[in-house]
């Protein structure tokens, strides 16, 4: 059974809740800029060449998706092709504060950049810096998360799938049983139990029955402790569908407890994660692990100096969700990197490596 339209929005919630875990640390707000640019690097003048000064704002500073994020957009900037066309002015703002957002914003506007790039703390709360923004003929790109605005560039992963794309998958790959064990999130977080309820419903009218459920806590350590305990009380469930985490603890209980893997969704796309699933594929493990590419930020640079440069481009552009299984896991587990290390860094086409991230990752 494939899944109603009606699923697939609803879930665009579950994907933008992954990036709002963990807390966050603010920045100073940028310096003025000098004339010429200097290097993104040194700080050094490149030359008389008039560079795009770019203003780019971020919620939750010191979150790993959007550090992940932020260091793609460093990594493209530094490199020759942008490093004398660019110079980008970063402000980081604490928690998700969506009136420290339109502050911060409003202060780049009033310091003269040619564009803004920001990363929506909500779909609304920066209207007067936009107007602001607008009358002085500065474009402003959405990028990683959407924003409900008609003057406003979209740049960002297409969240409307992301939930829909993890239901179907186990559906799809569940066998002739058909009980499953479902871990939420953080019960009492409204974008969990906004989302619980369609999925379970989703889940159920796709022929599914759930047995079992518990939480996850947003954690690996209490997703594969609440997983063995479920375990202990039904060790022939089916599948599992863990929200947004799971994909390391999960089938860690399994192996644990000595119960063979059954299909299991659950991941926020950390390097954990993808191992597990290609360390326990030889003994039969499937899985999905299905996240936005922070590198999404790296992208929203792209689009943006082509506008600067005179370019047409699409006034909203939606990008696949990342999809890791058992197929690709081996190719994006990086060994000998922490189990929390943030994938999605790259971005189709643009190569950035993980040696990139290595040296921009913190640096913002």
Do not use: H
């Not at 971020?58 to 490199?79: F, K």
């Not at 066309?85 to 970063?90: A, F, N, P």
């Not at 810096?129 to 409900?148: E, R």
């Not at 594969?224 to 060790?235: C, G, K, T, V, W």
């Amino acid at each position: 059974m494939k899944l109603d339209r009606r699923f697939q929005g609803m879930l665009a919630l579950g994907a933008v809740a992954a990036l709002a875990l963990v807390g966050c640390s603010s920045a100073p707000p940028p310096a003025p800029a000098p004339a010429p640019a200097p290097d993104a690097e040194t700080g050094e003048s490149s030359g008389s060449q008039e560079k795009f000064v770019i203003g780019f704002s971020e919620p939750l500073a010191g979150q790993a998706w959007r550090e992940t994020g932020l260091a793609s957009l460093m990594a493209l900037a530094d490199r020759p092709e942008y490093r004398d066309r660019v110079e980008l002015r970063i402000v980081r703002t604490n928690d998700n504060d969506a009136a420290a957002q339109n502050a911060a914003m409003l202060n780049l506007v009033a310091e003269g950049v040619d564009a803004i790039l920001f990363d929506p703390a909500s779909s609304s709360g920066v209207d007067a810096a936009l107007a602001a923004a607008a009358d002085q003929g500065i474009p402003v790109m959405a990028v990683g998360g959407l924003y409900d605005n008609p003057d406003v560039y979209i740049v960002s992963p297409d969240y409307n799938s992301a939930g829909a794309l993890g239901v179907q998958w186990l559906l799809d790959n569940l066998g002739d049983n058909k009980d499953i064990a479902v871990l939420e999130g953080l019960v009492g977080v409204p974008l969990n139990d906004g989302a619980m309820p369609f999925l379970i419903q989703a889940l159920e009218e796709g022929g599914a029955n759930v047995v079992a459920r518990s939480t996850n806590g947003w954690n690996e350590a209490t997703a594969q402790e609440n997983m063995a305990s479920i375990l202990r009380a039904n060790p022939n469930v089916g599948g599992v569908y863990s929200f947004l985490t799971g994909g390391q603890g999960i089938p860690e209980a399994f192996a644990a407890a000595g119960i063979d893997f059954v299909p299991i969704v659950g991941g926020s796309g950390y390097n954990g994660e993808a191992c597990t699933l290609a360390k326990f594929a030889p003994e039969g493990l499937t899985g999905n692990m299905t996240f936005a590419q922070p590198a999404i930020y790296a992208k929203g640079l792209v689009e943006i100096v082509k506008l600067l440069e005179g370019e047409t481009i699409e006034k909203e552009q939606y990008y696949p969700i990342l999809q890791i299984t058992v197929d690709n896991a081996a190719d994006y587990c990086l060994e000998g990197y922490p189990d929390n290390y943030q994938l999605g860094y790259d971005f189709p086409g643009l190569d950035i490596t993980a040696e990139e991230i290595d040296t921009w990752y913190l640096k913002g």
